[in-house]
Every structure is written in C-alpha cells, then in structure tokens.
C-alpha cells in the first residue's frame, strides 16, 4: 500500500469513527490516535524519507490537507459536545419557580433595649441630653463622689466586685452624675441628663433581682429646682410608660447623695395591688430611688450649693419592663432565649 493510499484508509476511518464520538475524553483519544506525535498519521509520514524529490512535497501537501480536514471536524466536534452538556444541565437544572421561597426570619432588638430607647425618647422629648459612663469605674466616684467615704456603712446597702480596691465595677449609674457635674458649664445653663447602662452588685438572683442589670440616672441642676419639679418629672414619666391608671407612691428612703430621698413604687402588674409571690406580697414594685442632690455632691463638683440645687432620680430597667410587660421573672432577660425576645416584635 502507497502512503497515498494509506493517507486515504485512515480518513475514511476517521470519518467513520468521528460521528459516533460522544463525549470529550473519547473524542480527545481519537485527536491523540489520528494526529499526536505518536498518532497513525506520524507513523504514515515516516516512511516520506523514502519517497523521491518529486513526490514527496505532494505527500506533505496531502497530509496536511488531512489534518486541517480531521482539526476542523474534531473543533466542531467539541462544541457539538459541549453544547449538549450544557444542555443537559440545563435540563436537569431548571427552576421551579412555584416552589415556595426559604423563609428569611428577621430579628427585633432585646426588650431591654426597647425599654431603654422608649425611656430615652420621653426625656429627649423634655430636653434633656444623654450621657454615657464608664461600667469600670473608681471608689472615689462610685463612693466618695456620693458622700459615702471610704468605711461609710450606707456602703453595705451596694456591695460590689472590686477589681483592686479603687477600681471596681460600678453598683450604680450614680458616678455618672459626678462625672457631668465636673464637665458642665453652668454659664451656659442648666445641666439636665440622663444616663443609662449596666450595673453589678453581689445582690443574691430571685425573680426581681439579679447581680447584673441595667439603670438609668437622672439628674437636673439649675437654681430654683425643688422636689416638686422631680415629683412632676416622675409622674410624667410613669404617666408616658404605663398609662394614667397605674399608681405610683413616693415613700421616704435614704440615700447618702439625695437629701430628702425617697423611693419610687408601682403598683404591682400581677395582682394590681393584693399582694402576690412577684411583689412579695406588697402589692407594690419598687422601680426608682430618687431625691434631691445632697449639697456635699453638689460642693464636692465646684457647684455653689446655696445657688444651686437639683434632683437626681436612678430607675431599673428591668423592674420597668417587668412592669410594662407583665414579665414575672427578671432572670427571662439575660437566658437568650429567643422566644423571649420574639414575643415583642
Ligand atoms: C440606687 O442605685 C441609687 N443610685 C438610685 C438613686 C439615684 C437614688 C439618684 C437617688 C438619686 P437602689 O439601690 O434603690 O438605688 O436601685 C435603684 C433601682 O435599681 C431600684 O429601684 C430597682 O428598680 C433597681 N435595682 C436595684 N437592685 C436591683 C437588682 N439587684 N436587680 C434588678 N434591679 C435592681
């Protein structure tokens, strides 16, 4: 058989066999059989260096008339492959769009942080600023700061963790009061803030206390405050939170910084005044100490205690809330359970 003739057997074999390729690895064999380095048609062309001057460029001419005939075929070939596999895919990846949707669940932040906006908003609304304070804080403006020097024995009535024995981590949102006193400018008017944040205490949990909750201070000082302005202050407040029905008492306390003191009550959610396991059996829920600021915290701040005077109020969040949402144990707030929080969407 000439090379001519065995050019012309592998052809009509290739064009045989092309057809019936299906699939890109068969199809990359047979271009590896027909045209590689070591594929048939380089075995065919071996035997050129016995041809003559005259026929030899013929057979080159041949050969690769061959190959540029087998490339074209094998590039339509391949895409006639690829075309199906994407096909396929297609097919097998349709979209069924009447399956119904995954269900995106939206989160709703913690009622704790509802009530301590919805709080923000009532004071924002009478003009007053919100201050941030330190939940690390010292001995002097956590004690001394409020008239309870170092051995006081009012100290008890917060006991705390200390981290050294000046730092300790703060009983109250009280310090902060110390803290706005110090910056402000009384030329500039009257100073009136609040302050809201966490606090700690070595308090034993039951379901109104815990050792970590939250309070927000308040705080008024200008010429001419009297306790009349916090009595109006408180009533707007509970008046805002929990409607003109619920009751609210003052009675007298003791607190070393407020001189008189008193203590804030709301008549308890659960039994609305009878007495039951929630609110010890009082009827009431104690929510607020308050009282007008006691002329040593005002003189121990630079400020003229003859001039000046104010009052300053610390309420529990927690114990608001409670009230508010009829919540009958303060430990629901920090379990993270989800059902908690999703009920106040
Ligand atoms: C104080 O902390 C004072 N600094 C409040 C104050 C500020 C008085 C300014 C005068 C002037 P008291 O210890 O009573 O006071 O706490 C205030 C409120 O925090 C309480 O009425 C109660 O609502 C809440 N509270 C106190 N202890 C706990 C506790 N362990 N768990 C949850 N809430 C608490």
Not at 12 to 20: H, I, N, Y
Not at 78 to 95: D, G, P, R
Not at 129 to 151: A, C, H, S, W
Not at 250 to 270: G, M, N
Request: proline share 3%; glycine share 8%; with cysteine.
């Amino acid at each position: 058989m000439t090379l001519q003739e065995k050019i012309a057997d592998l052809r009509t074999s290739a064009l045989e066999k092309l057809p019936k390729i299906a699939d890109e690895k068969t199809l990359n064999d047979f271009r590896v059989s027909v045209l590689g380095k070591k594929g048939k048609l380089t075995d065919i062309l071996k035997g050129m260096k016995d041809l003559s001057n005259e026929e030899r460029p013929k057979l080159g001419a041949l050969a690769n008339e061959f190959r540029d005939e087998i490339t074209s075929l094998l590039e339509s070939k391949k895409s006639e492959i690829e075309a199906l596999i994407i096909a396929k895919k297609l097919e097998n990846e349709t979209l069924d769009v009447t399956l119904p949707g995954k269900k995106v669940t939206k989160g709703n932040r913690h009622i704790l942080t509802q009530t301590t906006e919805e709080i923000e908003d009532i004071f924002l609304g009478m003009g007053y600023q919100i201050v941030d304070g330190y939940e690390v804080e010292t001995d002097y403006y956590n004690f001394e700061r409020m008239n309870l020097p170092k051995d006081h024995p009012a100290r008890d009535m917060q006991d705390t963790f200390y981290i050294t024995s000046d730092i300790l981590l703060r009983t109250h949102t009280s310090p902060v009061q110390a803290r706005t006193m110090d910056a402000h400018d009384f030329t500039k008017g009257p100073l009136k803030m609040i302050s809201p944040g966490r606090v700690y205490r070595r308090d034993t949990d039951d379901a109104t206390h815990s050792h970590q909750f939250h309070q927000i201070e308040g705080l008024v000082i200008d010429e001419n405050i009297a306790m009349s302005d916090l009595k109006g202050t408180l009533d707007t407040l509970v008046k805002k939170m929990f409607g003109a029905e619920r009751k609210i008492r003052l009675r007298p306390s003791y607190f070393p910084f407020t001189e008189p003191s008193v203590e804030a009550d709301i008549s308890c959610f659960k039994c609305g005044g009878k007495g039951c396991n929630v609110c010890k059996m009082t009827g009431w829920i104690e929510v607020l100490g308050a009282g007008m600021v006691h002329p040593n915290v005002l003189e121990m701040a630079g400020i003229d205690s003859k001039k000046y005077s104010g009052f300053a109020f610390g309420l529990g969040q927690e114990r608001i809330a409670m009230l508010r949402y009829g919540i009958n144990d303060i430990r629901g707030f920090y379990l993270g359970d989800a059902r908690m929080s999703e009920q106040f969407k």
